[in-house]
């Protein structure tokens, strides 16, 4: 996925998501493209943006008090990512390469007994990579 994304800035640099999810669910790639095919066969492509990006789905069945409330802070505080609004960095748990990324979903968790919660499924969306003079 590195290979092809630029480097883009985060609009929130204070802190990255590096919580380890459990799995890494699915990886999508896109494109701001419109197809556009014709009766006589042939096509167009409008493009409305010449970047990819990616939407990576992420997992975490069980999750501290501590990593789920790092996790909330994220999404929920009006200073950090607020939601979908601004940009932050992300940490693959594979590559280990740090990216630029948005919220792509709402946050759902899951309470169990005790401390133990967990995060279903969330979304991010990978718009690029986190520039190496940072």
């Given at each position: 996925?590195?290979?092809?994304?630029?480097?883009?800035?985060?609009?929130?640099?204070?802190?990255?998501?590096?919580?380890?999810?459990?799995?890494?669910?699915n990886v999508s790639s896109e494109a701001l493209q419109e197809i556009h095919e014709f009766i006589d066969g042939s096509r167009?492509?409008?493009?409305?943006?010449?970047?990819?990006?990616?939407?990576?789905?992420?997992?975490?069945?069980?999750?501290?008090?501590?990593?789920?409330?790092?996790?909330?802070?994220?999404?929920?505080?009006?200073?950090?990512?607020?939601?979908?609004?601004?940009?932050?960095?992300?940490?693959?748990?594979?590559?280990?390469?740090?990216?630029?990324?948005?919220?792509?979903?709402?946050?759902?968790?899951?309470?169990?007994?005790?401390?133990?919660?967990?995060?279903?499924?969330?979304?991010?969306?990978?718009?690029?990579?986190?520039p190496t003079w940072e």
């Amino acid at each position: 996925m590195h290979r092809y994304l630029e480097e883009i800035q985060a609009d929130y640099e204070g802190e990255a998501l590096d919580v380890m999810p459990q799995r890494v669910m699915n990886v999508s790639s896109e494109a701001l493209q419109e197809i556009h095919e014709f009766i006589d066969g042939s096509r167009e492509v409008v493009e409305f943006s010449e970047n990819d990006y990616f939407d990576v789905e992420l997992q975490w069945s069980y999750v501290t008090e501590a990593e789920s409330d790092h996790i909330k802070d994220l999404f929920y505080n009006p200073f950090k990512a607020k939601r979908f609004k601004r940009s932050f960095y992300w940490k693959h748990p594979i590559d280990g390469e740090f990216y630029t990324v948005y919220f792509q979903s709402n946050l759902r968790e899951q309470y169990r007994a005790g401390p133990i919660r967990g995060i279903t499924t969330l979304t991010l969306r990978v718009v690029g990579l986190k520039p190496t003079w940072e």
